[in-house]
């Protein structure tokens, strides 16, 4: 009843911003990312019939936020009502990468998570249904079971029951197929003010650019998917600059505005795009809070973080490349 996994976080491409429906956690359209390794979360449960309570450890400290803790129960809850039993459980999780980093480490988190307490709760499940659990967790967690290039599905059906089972994840490209670099400016500006699941609700109900952003998704999905099987970097820039910048403008126009930028992280946007002008290969992303995300080729990645180092504000730059997907490692109770 006890098992320990490791997943990576994952930074969208083709960005998930918006919920179809909230009980089942369904995303309001598709999404496209590369699982980042190097950075990686590891997580250890075991269910314990001795237990009154799920316990969470994060990092070191006893998690006794209800809120946070509540998700994990959930969650857990999920996984208990399938296999069927009710102990509750011990869970012990740890990141290689500062929280402060903003890299979403709900994404590695639930990904590691589901592949740990599915096997601890002894349900043999494939990589599609762990996509789904993980997307109950949060959505861009689906997508950190795969290594590699991965596209997110919003599943079609009407019914949001059915269409749960059809949203889930599936590989694009594997991690060898293109050697990109993911270089992260953490800014000194801190964390975000607003939580990605408050911020994407919030944006939905009051922005009047919501419905434009989500019908301009499934298009940038297709073009993403045909410019990474053919590598081609300079369309990709195009494609996930856009979706970045579209998400962003969504969120701006909510009432009141999420605004996830600082001074830096507009610094670094028109940094990275002189340098792009100038011939550099890269390009930027940013996801819910200020630190700016630049990928490139492996071989410009020198030159990238010359560039990034070189801005006021930045306080480090973490570097990644495409990672594995999800998987048990060898049984560890301290992560
Ligand atoms: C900006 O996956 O954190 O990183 O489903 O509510 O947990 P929940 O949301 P979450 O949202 C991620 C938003 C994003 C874009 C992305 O990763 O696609």
Request: glycine share 8%; with cysteine.
């Amino acid at each position: 009843m006890e098992a320990t996994a490791v997943a990576h976080p994952n930074i969208a491409l083709v960005k998930y911003w918006g919920k179809r429906d909230i009980e089942y956690n369904l995303p309001a359209a598709g999404s496209v990312s590369m699982t980042l390794g190097g950075l990686e979360t590891r997580t250890y449960v075991a269910f314990d019939s001795s237990l009154a309570h799920d316990q969470f450890e994060l990092d070191g400290d006893l998690v006794d936020d209800g809120r946070r803790l509540a998700r994990v129960t959930g969650f857990l809850d999920l996984i208990r009502e399938r296999a069927g039993i009710d102990h509750r459980a011990r869970v012990t999780s740890g990141n290689n990468f500062p929280t402060a980093a903003g890299l979403a480490s709900s994404a590695s988190g639930f990904a590691a998570l589901a592949v740990a307490a599915a096997s601890a709760a002894g349900l043999t499940i494939d990589e599609r249904e762990l996509s789904i659990l993980a997307r109950r967790g949060s959505g861009s967690a689906a997508r950190s079971i795969y290594g590699g290039f991965v596209e997110m599905q919003p599943g079609a059906h009407a019914e949001p029951a059915v269409a749960s089972e059809e949203a889930f994840a599936r590989p694009i490209a594997p991690a060898e197929h293109w050697d990109l670099r993911c270089l992260v400016a953490v800014t000194a500006e801190g964390e975000k003010a607003v939580g990605s699941t408050e911020g994407m609700n919030r944006t939905q109900q009051t922005s009047p650019y919501f419905g434009a952003w989500v019908d301009s998704v499934p298009t940038d999905i297709d073009a993403a998917r045909q410019v990474i099987a053919e590598r081609d970097f300079e369309s990709l820039a195009d494609i996930a600059e856009r979706s970045c910048l579209r998400m962003h403008a969504s969120a701006i126009g909510a009432e009141p505005g999420v605004l996830y930028w600082r001074g830096t992280t507009v610094d670094l946007i028109h940094r990275v795009r002189e340098a792009r002008a100038g011939g550099l290969s890269a390009f930027f992303t940013i996801d819910a809070g200020p630190h700016v995300k630049v990928f490139c080729p492996a071989d410009a990645s020198d030159d990238v973080r010359a560039l990034l180092d070189d801005v006021d504000g930045v306080r480090d730059v973490l570097e990644a490349w495409p990672g594995k997907a999800a998987r048990l490692v060898e049984l560890q109770e301290s992560p």
